[in-house]
């Protein structure tokens, strides 16, 4: 088959101490969110939209949390090595969609800005690097600001 769809989810604890990285975009904010990389939430989601639709397992796979190599590693350098995977597999990116929850801050404002690097990781335009946000309304672990997670899918094509 020529094209392929990919899911992926993240999810990463909020505490004081840590910057915010989402999207490859650090954000102002009293917490951060905590990980063995960065923790960027949203490029993490991507990575393993990407790696499922190429049937590559997941990120844990290829980035173990385990290897001291990836300890504190910038996520966006994950993005480029996912990005490296799938074309050795034969695969284009054909664009990416992608929610974010988080109760604060809010990220309108820097949504260009990770757009701008995302697309500029993965060779896209602009137009084909989708980024929304919502809340959970105060509900659960994100909406007492516990934590956020990513969702992202992304549609491949074989070269």
């Known amino acids: 088959m020529g094209i392929r769809i990919g899911m992926g989810v993240d999810f990463h604890q909020l505490v004081e101490g840590r910057e915010l990285w989402i999207g490859g975009v650090q954000i102002p904010h009293n917490k951060g969110a905590l990980g063995h990389s960065d923790a960027d939430v949203l490029l993490h989601a991507i990575c393993d939209a990407l790696l499922g639709a190429a049937c590559l397992g997941d990120i844990g796979v290829h980035f173990p949390d385990t290897a001291s190599e990836f300890k504190n590693i910038d996520s966006k ?3 480029k090595k996912t990005l490296e995977l799938i074309s050795a597999e034969g695969y284009s990116i054909i664009n990416i969609d992608t929610a974010l929850c988080l109760e604060s801050p809010k990220i309108k404002p820097y949504v260009p800005a990770m757009q701008q ?14 980024i929304k946000a919502t809340t959970t309304e105060k509900m659960g672990f994100v909406g007492r600001e ?4 990513a969702y ?8």
Do not use: F, N, P, Y
């Open 146 to 149: 516990e934590g956020l997670m």
């Open 152 to 159: 992202a899918t992304v549609l491949l094509q074989a070269l």
């Open 117 to 130: 690097t995302i697309s500029g990781i993965l060779g896209l335009r602009l137009k084909d690097v989708s």
């Open 77 to 79: 350098i994950l993005l």
